[in-house]
């Protein structure tokens, strides 16, 4: 059984007993939001990290949603991309190129991923960019509240540490509010150059959706969203606050141990 909350200003909680039935919770959603999303602006834009999440989405590859997605509509970006070679195990692009991108009939023109022929701080300029060519043509909507994309979904990951995309705690990226991507060359976690969305464009998206696995993560996901006090971490995650948008959690059991349950109830 699924147990579903809210959260005071921390969004959605799906909490779940299986990684399988995650799995199908998340394929629902995204197939959700793509529909909606062509159903009114004729495309879906979405952003994908690295990590365990490419394997969480399994699902989209199987039946139904493999026939019943509109894949044509769909345009696919990084909101953190490792500045490494796109056949380097180290590249989200790869993860995603091999675990989903592969199985289901997206257009190749469709899938922006970054240069990788260039420094990382070129690379994040191109991308910005890329995108402020998209956010021109409408590909990409833009934010009614400033000038930043409004992408339809960004997925995130969570790291042991709190980081999402590649904004880790106490570095200067965190900062950054004019730039719609940036970019670190000393990651704590390797590879150490890295692209990343900053804090504005992810929280000017339609959606957004963090998904946790894992008791090794239990620690983060409790200082991500519960009511903690001023003497604990402010980690990257809980600075992920859509100014419009929904916020969404995707967590197993193990993930969510040492959530506040009275913020939960059966679904």
């Known amino acids: ?18 990684l399988d039935e995650l799995k199908t919770d998340l394929a629902d ?5 793509s529909e909606a999303s062509v159903k009114e602006r004729g495309v879906f834009a979405v952003a994908l990290s690295g990590g365990s999440l490419i394997g969480l989405m399994g699902k ?7 026939k019943t997605v509109d894949w044509s509509k769909w345009y696919i970006f990084w909101a953190d991309e490792r500045v490494v070679a796109k056949n380097h195990a ?24 970054i240069n990788d022929s260039v420094s990382a701080e070129e690379a994040a300029d191109d991308y910005e960019f890329a995108i402020r060519q998209l956010v021109k043509t409408r590909v990409i909507s833009v934010s009614e509240i400033n000038d930043c994309p409004k992408f339809d979904l960004i997925l995130l990951g969570l790291g042991q540490d709190g980081h999402v995309a590649s904004l880790f705690p106490n570095h200067s990226a965190l900062n ?19 692209i990343t969305f900053t804090l504005p464009v ?10 946790v696995t894992g008791d090794s993560k ?24 859509p100014a419009i948008g929904k916020l969404v959690w995707f967590l197993d059991k193990l993930a969510a141990s040492k959530l506040d349950d009275s913020k939960l109830n059966n679904k």
């Not at 059984?1 to 299986?18: D, F, P, Q, T, V």
């Not at 989209?60 to 493999?66: A, G, M, Q, S």
């Not at 950054?176 to 890295?194: A, C, G, H, N, Q």
């Not at 239990?218 to 606050?241: K, N, T, Y």
Request: aromatic share 6%.
């Open 90 to 113: 180290d590249s989200n692009y790869k993860l995603a190129k091999d675990g989903l991108l592969s199985k289901v009939p997206i257009v190749h023109s469709h899938v922006h991923s």
């Open 176 to 194: 950054e509010m004019e730039e719609w991507v940036t970019f670190i060359t000393d990651s704590p976690k390797p590879p150490p150059e890295r």
């Open 202 to 211: 992810i929280n000017s998206a339609s959606n957004v959706a963090v998904v």
């Open 29 to 33: 959603y995204i197939a959700e939001l």
């Open 1 to 18: 059984m699924a147990l579903s909350g809210g959260h005071k200003n921390r969004g959605e909680l799906r909490i779940h007993e299986s």
């Open 60 to 66: 989209l590859f199987e039946t139904p949603y493999i």
């Open 218 to 241: 239990a620690e983060a996901a409790h200082l991500a969203i519960d009511d903690v006090g001023p003497e604990c971490p402010l980690i990257p995650a809980r600075m992920v606050q």
